[in-house]
């Protein structure tokens, strides 16, 4: 299995929603993201998990908040949000075993959340 | 704070002619530089990487230079095809941190 699935694919939530984007991967890889990409743009990250535990956070919103429950698995939870966090939320996993070697990326499908 | 720019933002070529994405980074501490292609409404996905050891990489088709003096990188894609256009992103990497550059939309006519 070469890919990164994220569940669902498309979703509307209204502003006082509690909602969770979902990300698998079984290629044993320990360094997993989610990055948020806005049309036309570039994207950016949001966290970095590795070997399951939370290693960058880039001064994200508190409404996002996200969880790695095991080496396969990444959430991302949502509350509370506003319409400018409407965008594509993609997930991410490389081989990256530490801060030191680098990898590139393996990315999902992503997630289009809109917000009402 | 640490920033990649990438030129140009649109470029448009006939098919069997070759394309060129030049990107700068700041940060002197990168050390690997990926570049990704997004199609329309699609995930984006690598299809080439050099480290800060290698001068250049081929791969088929498409090949990236480095100047790590001047921090420069490339990307040349040769006898463009109509499915070559997308956007593509290159990209900084130090660590678990990659800074990409803002896209260079490619279209190439038939």
């Known amino acids: 299995d070469t890919e990164v699935t994220q569940t669902p694919k498309h979703l509307v939530m209204g502003m006082t929603n509690k909602k969770s984007l979902k990300c698998e991967q079984h290629?044993?890889?320990?360094?997993m993201y989610w990055y948020k990409q806005k049309a036309k743009k570039p994207p950016e990250l949001m966290f970095v998990?590795?070997?399951?535990?939370?290693?960058i956070n880039e001064s994200v919103p508190s409404r996002f908040s996200p969880e790695c429950p095991n080496s396969s698995l990444l959430n991302l939870h949502l509350h509370a949000l506003q319409p400018e966090d409407s965008a594509l939320y993609l997930c991410?996993?490389?081989?990256?075993?530490?801060?030191?070697?680098?990898?590139?990326?393996?990315f999902g499908s992503g997630t289009r959340l809109t917000v009402v | 704070g640490e920033n990649v720019e990438q030129h140009p933002s649109t470029l448009s070529v006939q098919e069997g002619d070759s394309a060129v994405i030049k990107c700068t980074y700041s940060?002197?501490?990168?050390?690997?530089f990926p570049w990704y292609k997004q199609e329309l409404g699609k995930r984006p996905q690598l299809i080439i990487d050099?480290?800060?050891?290698?001068g250049e990489k081929k791969d088929q088709r498409i090949a990236v230079t480095l100047n790590k003096t001047a921090k420069h990188f490339s990307l040349h894609i040769t006898e463009t095809q109509p499915e070559d256009s997308a956007v593509y992103f290159c990209?900084?990497?130090?660590?678990?941190?990659?800074?990409f550059g803002a896209g260079t939309r490619l279209f190439v006519k038939a």
């Open positions: 940060d002197s501490a990168s050390n690997y």
């Open positions: 991410a996993s490389s081989q990256n075993r530490g801060p030191f070697a680098t990898y590139g990326y393996t």
């Open positions: 990209a900084a990497s130090r660590g678990f941190k990659t800074i």
């Open positions: 998990y590795s070997y399951e535990k939370l290693s």
């Open positions: 290629m044993g890889h320990r360094a």
């Open positions: 050099i480290r800060s050891n290698v």
